[in-house]
């Protein structure tokens, strides 16, 4: 069978364009999500470029689409194309270290034994006291790479497991003074990593 003759085929028009239209959503919308994320960063350079294969990838889907009409397996394969991809792309969101964040941790405990932890792990940190709702408290900041996120909440929990923590996304932070380890040079980390205990 030549590729003309299965261009035309039953098989391909209804079991293999719907397939097609389903993974290229997939992609497209999985892109854009890695896009969105890395305009939030403040990644000039690589954001344009994901855009650029994102737009192709959707125009190809839709010619697809747009000659096609009377099928409505293509329409269906791209919606839960679309939904497929959309959830890709926050695995993705969470799987992928991209940027770095800060983290901030309040603990009624002495925070020396902490303190310590963090520094052994080469982390710089800032602390100080407040007042909480019912008595005194430390807190302690440090800004990590996202990377770092699960080992960092594997310290805080071995030190204190009632202590509270929040992680915030940092757009911008300044390396002067900070021990951020750089061991890629690269904009963005492709390392999986396991979801802290």
């Known amino acids: 069978m030549d590729i003309l003759a299965l261009l035309s085929s039953d098989v391909y028009v209804w079991v293999i364009l719907p397939i097609l239209i389903f993974l290229s959503r997939i992609a497209d919308v999985s892109i854009g999500t890695m896009r969105v994320i890395l305009i939030s960063k403040g990644m000039k350079l690589l954001a344009p470029v994901l855009g650029f294969f994102e737009i192709i990838i959707w125009l190809t889907a839709i010619q697809q689409i747009v000659g096609n009409l009377a099928n409505i397996f293509c329409f269906f394969a791209y919606a839960f194309g679309f939904a497929a991809g959309t959830y890709v792309g926050m695995v993705l969101e969470e799987r992928i270290s991209i940027g770095k964040v800060l983290v ?69 932070a300044s390396e002067d003074g900070f021990s951020l380890p750089r061991k890629r040079r690269f904009p963005m980390s492709f390392g999986f990593n396991r979801k802290g205990k």
Not at 118 to 125: C, L, M, N, P, S
Not at 142 to 158: A, F, G, S
Not at 160 to 167: L, R
């Open 104 to 172: 901030r941790v309040i603990t009624k405990k002495d925070a020396t034994p902490l303190l310590n932890s963090f520094k052994e792990a080469k982390y710089t940190v800032t602390s100080m006291g407040a007042k909480g709702y019912d008595s005194e408290v430390n807190m302690i900041f440090t800004v990590i790479r996202r990377q770092n996120v699960p080992k960092v909440i594997e310290i805080i929990k071995k030190f204190n497991p009632q202590a509270f923590y929040s992680i915030e996304d940092v757009k911008y």
